[in-house]
């Protein structure tokens, strides 16, 4: 006898439905991304994530922990944005281990370049298609499967949810 708990037709077909359209979708913005700003998503989200943090810097491990990325590879990531003068990597100044990352004026510019046509992207791919009851279900069912998947919040940060 097996334990297996199969999916019955109709979650096979949700699952399938779900697994084409993050695809998709993902496949769609990076190439955008790509040939609109040059810029892979990872790259596009580090930069982001750094310009929506307090003096645009964060800790090497929370950013690599919020961008659900390992070390080795956000490492590899900000030493291209280093390469590019996007991005600044110093010593923590409380930990000697510690490194910061932080968003040069550089770095600024290009997110605001590459933003436009980002957010216009996700607009007419996701926003554009969906009802506000679905965009809503959207985050519900998202919020709920984050919070199921992480250990530990991600994005966005428990100090930007709505309280209710």
């Given at each position: 006898?097996?334990?297996?708990?199969w999916?019955?037709?109709?979650?096979?077909?949700t699952?399938?439905?779900?697994?084409?359209?993050?695809?998709?979708?993902?496949?769609?913005i990076?190439?955008?991304?790509?040939?609109?700003?040059?810029?892979?998503?990872a790259?596009?989200?580090?930069?982001?994530?750094?310009?929506?943090?307090?003096?645009?810097?964060?800790r090497?491990?929370?950013?690599a922990?919020?961008?659900?990325?390992?070390?080795?590879?956000?490492?590899?990531?900000?030493?291209?944005?280093e390469?590019?003068?996007?991005?600044?990597?110093?010593p923590?100044?409380?930990?000697?281990?510690?490194?910061?990352?932080?968003?040069?004026?550089?770095?600024f510019?290009?997110?605001?370049?590459?933003?436009?046509?980002?957010?216009?992207?996700?607009?007419?791919?996701?926003f554009?298609?969906?009802?506000?009851?679905?965009?809503?279900?959207?985050?519900?069912?998202?919020?709920?499967?984050?919070?199921?998947?992480s250990?530990?919040?991600?994005?966005p940060?428990?100090?930007?949810?709505?309280?209710?």
């Amino acid at each position: 006898m097996s334990d297996t708990r199969w999916l019955n037709a109709e979650e096979q077909q949700t699952w399938r439905s779900f697994l084409t359209a993050t695809r998709l979708f993902f496949d769609r913005i990076d190439r955008q991304l790509q040939n609109g700003a040059g810029l892979p998503h990872a790259y596009y989200e580090i930069l982001t994530r750094l310009s929506e943090a307090p003096d645009r810097t964060l800790r090497m491990s929370q950013l690599a922990t919020t961008s659900l990325s390992s070390r080795s590879r956000l490492s590899h990531a900000v030493a291209r944005l280093e390469e590019s003068g996007w991005v600044r990597r110093r010593p923590c100044p409380t930990d000697k281990r510690g490194q910061l990352a932080e968003l040069t004026a550089e770095g600024f510019a290009r997110l605001e370049a590459a933003a436009p046509g980002h957010v216009e992207e996700v607009r007419s791919s996701l926003f554009d298609v969906l009802t506000p009851e679905q965009q809503r279900s959207l985050r519900e069912i998202s919020d709920a499967l984050a919070a199921h998947l992480s250990d530990s919040p991600v994005w966005p940060a428990v100090a930007d949810r709505d309280p209710g």
